[in-house]
């Protein structure tokens, strides 16, 4: 019994989190003639749990062991710095989202099914906490799972328009098929291994050799379920459709939380199953049985170039954010083909910052919208004149994404950059560095219609409200600090490297 | 006389997923592209259930069936319930005729 006590202490946020959501679910209920109060109980739900895994830094650990295990004794649950880290950015995103949902015209007009938009909030939440820390395939699918259901349902969750209902079908048919493919692998290396948990599996891989094809076969089918949730290329069909459909504080959220869910699940993946040691620079020994370095090479290549060169044609910004956070998807894999702790550094940081810029672009985007109903390029004509402070922040934003200095964006890629050449991958360095060349002209497009083009009649002036202008300012200043003081972003960064196991 | 072997199931279970699969990417319709998937999950799930009781593997196998089952029943749910709501504004469920979202 005192294994399980301990368990339960180490997953305190999650407990803390699933309690919030009973919380909200009744006072949804107990509320149910005024619902203004549900936001405030959702953003203090998020702040409490937000307080609890910040504890976590000061003690790791597994939870759940299983005693009968003949082998080395690892749980299905690890609590380590960096799945802290992971954890943190999901909160601040959620965070972020509570505020953006409070002042969303389109969340606003659905306000009698607000407790059910924050319990599913919730719910994809607690999928991905799971997600962050699952050592173990069972877990794993089914905190997968448990954030892909709660996703299905908010991306259709307004029904204003046809095309609400359209991307819950699209991301629903994308997200089951892979989800299935991903289990039918996973049966395949149970099979094979006889094994769920990740470090077991690793301890195996290291000693007894197996059927190279098959278990290449059933890593790969895993890989898309988990390639489906980053929107790597080729599992990225759904990412435009359902960006362009689904309420834009869910775009938001699916382009940042859901994706570090899915990126803090593929490292723990590759980390605790296929590397067999940390040399003392730091970089991963790959176990021979599967060569991650060649697939994931070609598939961030692939899927940062299919990103951008996409984004140049667009003229619906939610639809040209979706696909240059494809693009994104694609460089921060570079951080990872690196195989070495530098690269998970260079990692981390591009995260934060990504974080930051991308939901400050949706964040202009859903202001712009509230005021005209339309993501139009057209119709951001002149808005710089119209609205200074908005046209302003969001070219930051889209300088920032393009990685240009003095912004946060320079410093990401400028720390991937500097570790795909420590690890003399010149050929790829060059290739992401034309891409953001590429890049360059879609996000300036948005700027030349906001600056160049004299504002019409039809032009909005988007007045905010106080409110609106804080967040926006809150966002936009770390993106400029971050461009000039960022060590201690780099420290952070550098203390949350530690994954358990190795 | 023929005696039932682990081999066996894994056909099966190939057969069941290669089924799947091809349901997925031939049908039209949203209903059985969602039994296409489910095919896909019980393959998955006979393949748990053999490695299980021929490996020696423990209960762990047929545990993991169950939640498998779970799953899908709530995917299911919530599947139909999206279809539905499709069925409400396209008044269909072709997945070709869906397209307002393509530029």
Redesign the interface.
């Known amino acids: 019994m005192a294994n399980l006590y301990q368990s339960l202490e180490l997953i305190l946020p999650e407990i803390v989190l699933s309690l919030a959501l009973v919380v909200l679910v009744t006072s949804d209920l107990i509320l149910h003639k005024d619902k203004r109060l549900i936001p405030y109980i959702a953003g203090l739900g998020i702040a409490v749990t937000g307080a609890f895994v910040i504890n976590q830094f000061n003690f790791s650990g597994f939870a759940f062991q299983t005693s009968s295990n003949t082998l080395r004794n690892y749980g299905m649950v690890a609590v380590d710095p960096f799945g802290v880290f992971f954890k943190l950015i999901v909160i601040a995103s959620s965070i972020l989202i509570v505020f953006f949902s409070y002042s969303s015209e389109e969340i606003n007009k659905t306000i009698d099914r607000l407790g059910e938009y924050y319990a599913l909030i919730f719910g994809m939440m607690l999928g991905m906490f799971f997600m962050i820390t699952a050592t173990d395939f069972i877990l794993i699918y089914l905190s997968l799972e448990l954030l892909s259901l709660s996703s299905y349902v908010l991306s259709g969750f307004t029904k204003l328009r046809d095309r609400n209902s359209e991307a819950a079908l699209k991301y629903l048919l994308y997200g089951a098929v892979s989800s299935g493919l991903m289990l039918f692998g996973i049966s395949l290396i149970y099979g094979l291994t006889g094994s769920t948990n990740l470090y077991v599996i690793n301890s195996l891989l290291q000693v007894n050799s197996f059927n190279g094809f098959t278990f290449s076969f059933a890593v790969i089918l895993v890989f898309a379920g988990i390639g489906y949730k980053i929107s790597s290329a080729p599992f990225h069909f759904w990412t435009p459709d359902v960006y362009e459909g689904a309420p834009i504080t869910i775009t938001a959220f699916l382009s940042v939380a859901s994706k570090a869910a899915g990126f803090a699940l593929l490292i723990r993946f590759i980390k605790t199953t296929f590397v067999s040691f940390v040399d003392v620079n730091g970089a991963w020994a790959l176990i021979e049985i599967f060569d991650w370095k060649t697939i994931l090479v070609a598939i961030s290549i692939l899927t940062m170039t299919l990103g951008n060169f996409s984004a140049l044609w667009q003229d619906n910004l939610k639809r040209m954010l979706a696909y240059s956070s494809i693009a994104h998807a694609g460089y921060l894999l570079l951080g990872i083909v690196v195989f070495s702790n530098q690269g998970l550094i260079a990692m981390l940081v591009y995260f934060v910052i990504y974080l930051l810029m991308n939901l400050g672009a949706f964040l202009v985007v859903m202001l712009v919208a509230n005021k005209i109903g339309s993501e139009e390029i057209d119709d951001y004509n002149g808005l710089g004149y119209t609205s200074p402070l908005l046209g302003i922040s969001f070219a930051i934003f889209l300088i920032s994404l393009t990685g240009l200095p003095p912004t946060a964006g320079f410093i990401g890629k400028l720390y991937l950059f500097i570790a795909l050449v420590d690890a003399k991958m010149i050929t790829v360095a060059v290739i992401a560095l034309l891409n953001s060349v590429v890049s360059l002209y879609y996000y300036i497009r948005v700027l030349k219609h906001m600056y160049l083009i004299r504002a019409t009649e039809s032009t909005p002036a988007v007045v905010s409200s106080f409110g609106n202008k804080l967040l926006v300012l809150i966002i936009v200043i770390p993106v400029l600090v971050l461009g000039i003081y960022f060590s201690p972003l780099i420290d952070f960064a550098k203390r949350s490297i530690t994954i358990l196991g190795l | 006389m023929l005696q039932v072997g682990l081999t066996h199931f894994l056909v099966v279970?190939a057969i069941l997923?290669s089924f799947?699969i091809y349901g997925?990417v031939t049908r039209k319709n949203?209903v059985m592209?969602?039994m296409g998937?489910e095919l896909?999950?019980n393959?998955?799930?006979i393949?748990?259930i053999?490695?299980a009781k021929y490996?020696n593997?423990?209960f762990?196998?047929q545990?993991?069936a169950l939640?498998?089952i779970i799953?899908a029943a709530?995917?299911a749910a919530?599947?139909l319930?999206?279809?539905l709501?499709?069925y409400?504004?396209?008044l269909s469920v072709n997945?070709d005729e869906?397209d307002?979202?393509?530029?």
């Open positions: 279970s997923f799947g997925i949203a592209v969602l998937i896909v999950l393959a998955a799930n393949n748990f053999a490695f490996g593997f423990g762990s196998g545990m993991i939640f498998v799953l709530a995917e919530i599947a319930a999206i279809v709501n499709i409400k504004t396209f997945v869906i307002h979202l393509k530029e």
